[in-house]
Each structure stands twice: as structure tokens, then as C-alpha cells.
């Protein structure tokens, strides 16, 4: 994951919480994410970035106890020496 | 909504932090942070012709909520009559210029009306902008509510 984010990436959490890149990988390490799975993604091109905009349904425990989240999410992705580095991501859970 | 702030406020926006890996210019930072500024006004008056040259055809929104909206679609919501902001407090911004992309992340906070009913938020926002024959236009815009 270390090489998909930008070093200068930010992450907006689901519950607004905003995360630098060593946070997120951090944060990963310590979560106990069970299943992710995105649908209807749309991606648009300007130039060497792509906004990405998709429903992601995540699925795991906290705190003992387990949890299933429904939101919808923007990435931005950019072409950067010879790859592809997100450099934000933002999560908004769906009401309802 | 979209965040909204008082004039004076302005006088308080400034970039905070170069990101790493992102290459600083101050010029175009303060152009988008004017930008912003322009884009909460025109939301604030329900100027939907204002925010017209400010966002790209192609500009996503995706509403504290989940909504996903498309140009045409936000543009109508924010002439909606049936939300009233009535104070609206904007902490400073963070802009990140990667050539003719930038990024902006901030915090709002919103009272108003809609549809009669109060509401209160403080949100977390995204807005990712791209510049085109010399002009920078919105993309992408997302809000999430911070939990208290």
C-alpha cells in the first residue's frame, strides 16, 4: 500500500476524521477490515490525474464488535514518475 | 451544503503546510483559496450563474449525506429555496498545487434551515480542482460530517 499513496496523500475517514499517509498506514495495520467491495465506479481523466468516484461497502469488527458501513468515495489519482499514486481519498457514508 | 464563511474570515486563510511531494506555489494557492472563497459567496447568495464558471462540466459532488450529484444537479440545489444557511464558519485550508491540479482539504461549520427544520454540521471537505486554458475549474467536491 506504501507505494499506491502519494507521500503527500490525505485521507478524509468515513467519519471525518483527516489522515496523513503514515497515519492510513498505520491505521491499516491495526484494523480488522473483513471485506471491502466497491460497485458503480466512474473514473474521469484530466490530464495525468483520474477522479474516481464509487460506493464502497466495508465489512469487519471494532471493538469487539462487527460492523457494516455503506458510503460513497472520491479518489484522485495521478501519474507520478512512471506510476499511478493516489493523492486523496474521502469517504462519506450513505444515509438511509 | 457547501461550506460557507464571512469575508473577514478570509483574512485568516492561509495555506498552512507544502505538502511533501506536491510542488509549492504560492500564487496559484491563493488563486484557489480566492476561488473558494468566490464559491461559498455565490452559494451563500444562491448565485447559481456565479458558480456556473467556477465548476467543470464534468464536477462531481458528493453531499455530507452520500448524495452524488452531477454539475446540473448541485447547481439546482443550491438554488433551492428550501435551505437557508444561516451562519456558516470556515478553519483555515490546506492547498496542495501539483501542476494543473490542486487539491484543498478543510473544516465548515453550518447552521441554517432546510425545509423548516434546524440543522447544525461541521464537515470535513475535498475539493479538487484542475486548471484549463489558464483557468481553474472544479472537479470533484466532498463533504463528510465529523463525528462528535
Known amino acids: 500500500m506504501d507505494r499506491l499513496l502519494d507521500s503527500a496523500f490525505i485521507y478524509v475517514d468515513f467519519d471525518g476524521r483527516l489522515m496523513t499517509k503514515a497515519e492510513v498506514l498505520a491505521n491499516v495495520e491495526l484494523a480488522s477490515v473483513q471485506q471491502v467491495v ?49 493523492i486523496s481519498s474521502q469517504g462519506t457514508l450513505i444515509a438511509r | 451544503m457547501k461550506k460557507l464563511f464571512s469575508v473577514l474570515l478570509l483574512l485568516l486563510i492561509v495555506p498552512r503546510t507544502h505538502a511533501q511531494g506536491a510542488v509549492p506555489t504560492q500564487a496559484d494557492e491563493s488563486r484557489i483559496l480566492t476561488l473558494e472563497l468566490a464559491w461559498n459567496q455565490a452559494v451563500q447568495g444562491k448565485d447559481a450563474k456565479a458558480l456556473e464558471i467556477l465548476i467543470a462540466p ?3 459532488y458528493v453531499e455530507y449525506d452520500g448524495t452524488l450529484m452531477n454539475r446540473s444537479e448541485y447547481l439546482a440545489s443550491v438554488a433551492a429555496r428550501s435551505v437557508h444557511a444561516e451562519q456558516i464558519l470556515c478553519e483555515p485550508m490546506t492547498v496542495r498545487v ?31 480542482w484542475v486548471r484549463r486554458e489558464g483557468r481553474w475549474l472544479c472537479v470533484a467536491s466532498q463533504s463528510t460530517l465529523i463525528a462528535r
Open chain 2, 98 to 128: 501539483y501542476g494543473p491540479i490542486a487539491v484543498v482539504n478543510g473544516v465548515y461549520r453550518e447552521t441554517g434551515a432546510k425545509s423548516g427544520k434546524p440543522y447544525s454540521h461541521r464537515e470535513r471537505f475535498t475539493d479538487t
Open chain 2, 58 to 60: 464534468e464536477m462531481v
Open chain 1, 38 to 86: 466497491t460497485e458503480a465506479m466512474t473514473a474521469s481523466l484530466h490530464g495525468n490525474t483520474v477522479v474516481v468516484t464509487g460506493i464502497f461497502r466495508m465489512k469487519g469488527m471494532e471493538g469487539g464488535k462487527p460492523y457494516l458501513r455503506r458510503g460513497r468515495f472520491i479518489d484522485v489519482w495521478m501519474y507520478k514518475n512512471g506510476s499511478w499514486v493516489a
